[in-house]
């Protein structure tokens, strides 16, 4: 059991970057795979960024590969994701999630899931 509450989000300008964090409670956190998805306005949830438990091994589709930067403090129960060079088509809700299973691209396969921050990429 884990209950996760990201923060971070915002209304930036095109080519700005943010850094959203997601607190996490519950029982050995290092042994959750976490995940970070989007999901804009009519879309489906979009699969981001993703980091093991250690924070050894980091997972991204090659369309956010450059732009995006997943990472973790086991020490502080956090993760983060790193956004630069935004763009207008990034706006969406953000989720940070969790699994205490493997790798996986896929929403449908995390268990735990925080309530989303927004972020708003003005053109």
């Known amino acids: 059991q884990a209950q996760l509450v990201e923060s971070g989000g915002g209304l930036v300008q095109a080519g700005g970057s943010l850094r959203l964090s997601c607190s996490v409670s519950?029982?050995?956190?290092?042994?959750?795979?976490m995940g970070w998805f989007r999901q804009a306005p009519g879309k489906e949830r979009e699969f981001v960024a993703a980091?093991?438990?250690?924070?050894?091994?980091?997972y991204y589709t090659n369309s956010m590969k450059g732009r995006f930067s997943i990472s973790r403090d086991n020490a502080k129960n956090t993760l983060y994701l790193q956004v630069n060079s935004l763009k207008p088509e990034d706006t969406a809700v953000y989720y940070c999630?969790?699994?205490?299973?493997?790798?996986?691209?896929?929403?449908?396969?995390?268990?735990?899931w925080g309530q989303g921050t927004q972020v708003t990429v003005s053109s």
């Open positions: 999630s969790a699994t205490s299973s493997g790798l996986s691209y896929s929403p449908k396969d995390y268990d735990y």
């Open positions: 519950g029982r050995t956190f290092s042994h959750y795979l």
């Open positions: 980091i093991s438990g250690s924070g050894s091994s980091k």
